[in-house]
């Protein structure tokens, strides 16, 4: 019998997950890619899966982090993403991060090559097609405006949007090392990492206020037909940032605890900016969360005041786009699907999840829903507890309506976090034999029972713990 295909409208993180995990179960794919035909401002390449901001997929910790966890779920559903991230790894401490071009190249190479996957470069201008009876929508946070439009004039709701900002990259044989030194925080190692994973650039007190005074003087771009959309709060500039209060950035991607100046050893740092490895090579140094809307000539001005980027040379500047998504709790039902257009469902970042890997796990997700169906199954929904299902309840109905605002919207994009996952049961947390638990040791406790049920109950329900039990 032949199998009829499902249709996948973008080809990023979301819309390559969908797809390879549909061709997987032996469901034809026409994944539909309008770069190559039409570019993005964002976006340098044709490629599947290009990563446009960071190059880092955040912590690898399955144990005690929700993003680690969503990692480790995905590698036991066959993620492509995750297995295409591992393959193409660099040093990033206890983070996940990739060679973005040996990574894009591998996602694209894979789906070329899967016999089941049609790829189709062209712009989707409007809805599909009604005979295209199974869809899945994963245009991103870049969606062309005619498909934005349409999807308004379908779903009755006015898109919410933000603005999303990157950060720049500097190639590494500019960088002062006799100034800056190699160290992960708490000289921690993580995947392919050494416990030296970033580049620190040291500064004192007097040149942390300098640098803060010239971020929140520097002439900015700007954006007046936007005005007024909101930033994500994971993903702020670094100027919006300092603009609240001295003491912010400090705390935040510029502080100086768990390292120590190889150079100076006996001199605290009062501030540190971190640079992570962008490329395979190590010639590309990314600095992290410096996400920024400084116009270009500001970048270079005020980014080599810090000591170590005197001279640094800039293989890309930061830049700021805006992020579209729908009011995905009201427009979709559980299995992500449109509830005013049934086939029809929306992936990936598009629809309020926030993240590369939040992003590709709903896309994950899409994929097997829509095949199942294909299939004349039911879609099969994750448990609460994983997080997988975490996600996914957010999306589709974890945000609050307040009787003192009707109408107004609460629900906002989110990366997956423990805040997700329903509570543990009572005795779930074993105390330490003999004692209390002292410091932070029951907030680790409940982290890792969290993550060992999850895990349990993915291996569940993906099919995976009948399998060994079967096996053994």
Known sequence: MTIKPIHIVGGGLAGSEAAWQAAQAGVPVFLHEMRGVRGTDAHKT???????????????????NAVGLLHAEMRLANSLIIASGDAHQVPAGG?????????????????????????????????????????????????????AAAIAAETGETSLAFFDAIAPIIHFDTIDLDTCWFQSRYDKVGPGGTGKDYINCPMNREQYESFVAALLDGEKTEFREWEGTPYFDGCLPIEIMAA?????????????????????????????????????????????????????????????TIPGLENADFARLGGLHRNTYINSPVLLDFSLQLKSRPGLRFAGQITGCEGYVESAAIGLLAGRFAAAERLGLAPSLPPATTAFGALLGHITGGHIVTDEEPGKRSFQPMNVNFGLFPPLEPGAIVKPEGRRFRGKEKAIAKKKAVTARALNDAKAWLGLAQATAAAE
Request: net charge negative; aromatic share 6%.
């Open 244 to 304: 609240r209060g001295i003491e912010t950035l400090r705390h935040g991607p510029m502080k100086p605890m768990g390292l120590t100046n190889a150079h100076k050893p006996d001199e605290k740092p009062y501030a540190v900016v971190q640079l992570r490895q962008d490329n395979a090579l190590g010639t590309l140094y990314n600095m992290v969360g410096f996400q920024t809307k400084l116009k270009y000539a500001e970048q270079v001005r005020i980014f080599r």
């Open 46 to 64: 044709d490629s599947l899966a290009e990563l446009v901001c960071s190059n880092s997929f955040r912590s690898d910790d399955a144990e005690a």
């Open 95 to 147: 983070a996940l991060a990739v060679d973005r071009d040996g990574f894009s190249a591998s996602v694209t190479e894979k789906l070329q090559a899967h016999p089941l996957v049609t790829i189709v470069r062209e712009e989707m201008e409007g809805l599909p097609p009604a005979d295209w009876d199974q869809v899945i929508i994963a245009t991103g946070p870049l969606t062309a405006p005619s498909l």
